[in-house]
Each structure stands twice: as structure tokens, then as C-alpha cells.
């Protein structure tokens, strides 16, 4: 199975922001690879797909890059609505399995 | 506007069987792959298992092979998950999600399953 890590694995930020959160595949996985947020109690919500593309709807604050084994997510400016667990996950083969998750909290 | 509803989660006994459903509204439903995921108490995302469109390919976690069997009737727009010989280690929120070529679009609100005696 492909393991997926995140770091950090918390961080504490103010509204306005710039926030960068890595995720690194096991072994390579080209650019399958997706972005989810959860807020507490809630179900996850899908923000990125294909490592760089923005799911309909999702704010162009949120962005993704990398390839391969190393992928980001950047918030350009983070507002209080952001505050939340953020989750990398790969889709290059099964099984899916997702990153530990990243909780994005007020500094 | 996508819509999954999850029911039949609830409280059973070690060694119990359950059956949850998810009920898919708001898009044509025999035309994408499905998927459960579950999360335990305070930890993270855990693939459980994913059906094709039309049930010809289906996978299961290593965790609950053998145990647990996914189906879908495109007839009745809706995704069930058959959960036999249920462990305190199965215990967590169920979610439904729709996805396309192996990306995860659309989640249920989830339901939750809790397995104790």
C-alpha cells in the first residue's frame, strides 16, 4: 500500500494568512492525488483533484501543486471559515488511502 | 444539487451484523462508482470500499475483507454496505461518496456505527 504523510501536522495562523501544507506519497503516484477539509463534525468536503484542479465551487484562494511523491496546498489568505483538518489522499491505486490530516487552527 | 443520505448505522454487539444505505439524489446515479469511508473517533479518513457503476469491479480494505460486502440497485439509486462479524475496531462514522475516475467528488453527512457490548 502507498503511504501518504502530512506535515506539519498542526499549525496555529492568523486570518490573512499565507498557510502551505506538504504531503509526501511512499512512492510515486503521478498527480493522483486530492485534497479534502473537514470541520469538526462535519463530512469532509472535496477541494482539489489531480493535484492542481480546483473541485466546482472551491474558492481560488485554495491551491494545489507537485507531482510524483511531494504535493502542496496552499491557502493564499486564510479566513475564519478555513479553520479546519485538511486531508491529502491518493488515487493512483488501490487502496485510496489518505494522509494523517493536517489541523489548521487560530493563532 | 448532489445529494447522499446515509441511514442504518446505530449500536451493535461484537460479532453483530449491520447494513447501512446510502440513498443518492441529484445526479444519474447507475453512471458513477460509489464509495464508503469511515472515520473512528478523533482520528483520521479510512477507504473501506468502492463499487463500480454497474458493480462489475469492486474493492475492499484488507481491514474488512472477507467481512463486510458493498452493493448498489442503479434501479432504486442507492448503496448499501453489508457489515458481518463487527469488531470495537469498526466503530466510526460512515461516509457515502460519489466518485469519478477515482476522484472523490461528493460526501454524505455520514453515519455512525458503534460497536460495543
Known amino acids: 500500500d502507498i503511504q501518504m504523510t502530512q506535515s506539519p501536522s498542526s499549525l496555529s495562523a492568523s486570518v490573512g494568512d499565507r498557510v502551505t501544507i506538504t504531503c509526501r506519497a511512499s512512492?510515486?503516484?503521478?498527480?493522483?492525488l486530492a485534497w479534502f477539509q473537514q470541520k469538526p463534525g462535519k463530512a469532509p468536503k472535496s477541494l482539489i483533484y489531480?493535484?492542481?484542479s480546483l473541485q466546482s465551487g472551491v474558492p481560488s484562494k485554495f491551491s494545489g501543486s507537485g507531482s510524483g511523491t511531494d504535493f502542496t496546498l496552499t491557502i493564499s489568505s486564510l479566513q475564519p471559515e478555513d479553520f479546519a483538518t485538511y486531508y491529502c489522499q491518493q488515487y493512483n491505486s488501490y487502496p485510496p488511502t489518505f494522509g494523517p490530516g493536517t489541523k489548521v487552527d487560530i493563532k | 444539487e448532489v445529494q447522499l443520505v446515509e441511514s442504518g448505522g446505530g449500536l451493535v454487539k461484537p460479532g453483530g451484523s449491520l447494513r447501512l444505505s446510502c440513498a443518492a439524489s441529484?445526479?444519474?446515479?447507475?453512471?458513477?462508482?460509489m464509495n464508503w469511508v469511515r472515520q473512528a473517533p478523533g482520528k483520521g479518513l479510512e477507504w473501506v470500499s468502492s463499487i463500480s457503476s454497474s458493480s462489475s469491479y469492486i474493492y475492499y480494505a484488507d481491514s474488512v475483507k472477507g467481512r463486510f460486502t458493498i452493493s448498489r440497485d442503479n434501479a432504486k439509486n442507492s448503496l448499501y454496505l453489508q457489515m458481518n462479524s463487527l469488531r470495537a475496531e469498526d466503530t466510526a462514522v460512515y461516509y457515502c461518496?460519489?466518485?469519478?475516475?477515482?476522484?472523490?467528488?461528493?460526501w454524505g453527512q455520514g453515519t455512525l456505527v458503534t460497536v460495543s457490548s
Open positions: 512512492q510515486g503516484i503521478s498527480n493522483y
Open positions: 489531480a493535484a492542481s
Open positions: 441529484g445526479f444519474t446515479f447507475s453512471s458513477y462508482s
Open positions: 461518496a460519489r466518485s469519478h475516475s477515482g476522484v472523490i467528488q461528493h
